[in-house]
């Protein structure tokens, strides 16, 4: 899982990026907001990001606005770091779309319980994407009925798209996962034993 | 009365001279910075290594902010230093740049250089221990540590 650590500060990136790195993330490192923007903004940006709250050139909840602008972008795990740590503070950091923040100076097993939890919802993220992915494949690869089916009033037959006038059970199974068992109903049964000459 | 210094016999056990001074204590706390860096003696070298290089760039730019009584640029030039401070555990320097940081935001141009005059003292006691605690780590085995 690929992570990006943003933070002007090179004390805080070396310490969060070997951490990291050990428990096996692939690390890059930004030093600005401009530099943290280009790696969120790309078409495949990191899983999680740890960005700090201030940064030259953009700030921590500008990069969470800007990221959550755009419904269609890749969805980024964003933890923000910061020193401020004030409830109206917190909650402005959340509500610029950041997913959790943490405190600096930082304490290393909330680190590790606050990346658990960010890899935990993108691997979740993940899951439900490639389900989605597989459930739209079989959406377009399903046989469909279509909603109004013209048929004829004495034989029953349904007029395909090709002009051609099929029996409703082959139109059924033609267009969906239906399969028909064959019988004879108790109407039918007296005339089909007349026209069968039995008594 | 100055007692003699103790003629080798012992490795220090502080950091304060082998005279009868009374121990002070470091600019930075070891412990939690250990458990910061969850005891990686490599990544502890790293990272203190970063900081003796980064912190007087740091602090050349909240001298110049301070010389330009530009209060928000003292307050940016602050914060920049009060986040590595706190990583680093060297919380009197982390309190230093906070009250510059907040005197930088609320525009107290006139505690500018006191408060300016008290960092840059934190971070010279800061940055000698940690030249200090560096050079006692890197040394061959027998010398004098930095136990604390």
Redesign the interface.
Known sequence: MRALIA??????T??LA??LD?WGFEVSVAHDGGAAWEALASPTPPALAIV?W?MPGADGPELCRRLREDPTRAPVYVILLT?RTSRRDVVAGLDAGADDYLT?????DELRARVQVGRRVVALQQRLSERVAELQDVLSNMKQLRGLLPICAYCKRIRTDHDYWEQVEHYITDHSDAQFSHGICPHCYEAVKKEFGQS | VEQPALDGAAPPTTLAPARAEPPRTLGFDERTLRARVAQDEELLSDVVRVFIEDCPVRLAAIEAAVDSRDPNAVRTAAHALKGAAGNLSAMGLFEAARTLERIGAESRVEDIDGAWRALAAEAARVLDDLKQFEASRTAPAGEATCAR
């Open positions: 933070d002007d500060d090179r004390t805080t070396t310490m070997r951490t050990r700090d201030i020193a600096k100076p930082f304490d290393h």
